[in-house]
T-cell receptor
Framework: DAMVIQNPRYQVTQFGKPVTLSCSQT?????MYWYQQKSSQAPKLLFH???????NEADTPDNFQSRRPNTSFCFLDIRSPGLGDAAMYLC???????????????FGPGTRLTVL | DQQVKQNSPSLSVQEGRISILNCDYT??????FLWYKKYPAEGPTFLIS?????DKNEDGRFTVFLNKSAKHLSLHIVPSQPGDSAVYFC????????????FGAGTRLFVKA
């Protein structure tokens, strides 16, 4: 089945220790997104890639970076995690908006990050 | 600045009855609205959507209603089933905003058997 896969599902890191979360997709979608979701809050878009074109949200901290080496993979790097970065991180994909006429997104199961 | 608001954190409904989940938005530029459903330990999955040129879209037991003047949309589930118990997210996007979608905080629906 075509899907969005996130590894690991649970990640524990220490305060200030860099961490990388990964996402892969078999849907061959142009667009990939990273969201941060804290408990009982709305998923918040951090950035997205349209193919190799990176689009950062204005309020995304510099501490968060992303890489997309190819269509299938996208990484979220947190350079110096703080306690406030503990959250669920969701990866999503979508097809080209113009081609599909919709921006329905397909989500992975998320990675829950704990910062000690 | 919450542009998409779901004011009810939770809703409990008896099996077979109607579930109505509500969503309000503030940005008049939004022209496309979606509902996602999320089970525990899974990512959100797309449920139904509506374009701003329509006021109703129906898919089986699920109907979304859009009231642009009130900046309000609702999701109706009829009849509700225990398997519908999940968190429902309302989301909105503006064509001019590219791919950005704004989500609400979600409403947890409990359908009692």
């Amino acid at each position: 089945d075509a899907m969005v896969i996130q590894n690991p599902r649970y990640q524990v890191t220490q305060f200030g220790k860099p961490v990388t979360l990964s996402c892969s997709q078999t849907l061959n979608h142009n667009v990939m997104y990273w969201y941060q979701q804290k408990s009982s809050q709305a998923p918040k878009l951090l950035f997205h890639y349209y193919d190799k074109d990176f689009n950062n949200e204005a309020d995304t901290p510099d501490n968060f970076q992303s890489r997309r080496p190819n269509t299938s993979f996208c990484f979220l790097d947190i350079r110096s995690p703080g306690l406030g970065d503990a959250a669920m991180y969701l990866c999503a994909t979508s097809r080209d908006l113009m081609a599909s006429g919709t921006n329905e997104q397909f989500f992975g199961p998320g990675t829950r990050l704990t910062v000690l | 600045d919450q542009q998409v608001k779901q004011n009810s954190p939770s809703l409990s409904v008896q099996e077979g009855r109607i579930s109505i989940l509500n969503c309000d938005y503030t940005n008049s530029m939004f022209d496309y609205f979606l509902w996602y459903k999320k089970y525990p330990a899974e990512g959100p999955t797309f449920l139904i959507s509506i374009s701003s040129i329509k006021d109703k879209n129906e898919d089986g037991r699920f109907t979304v209603f859009l009231n642009k003047s009130a900046k309000h949309l609702s999701l109706h589930i009829v009849p509700s089933q225990p398997g519908d118990s999940a968190v429902y997210f309302c989301a909105a996007s503006a064509g001019t905003g590219g791919f950005k979608t704004i989500f609400g905080a979600g409403t947890r629906l409990f359908v009692k058997a």
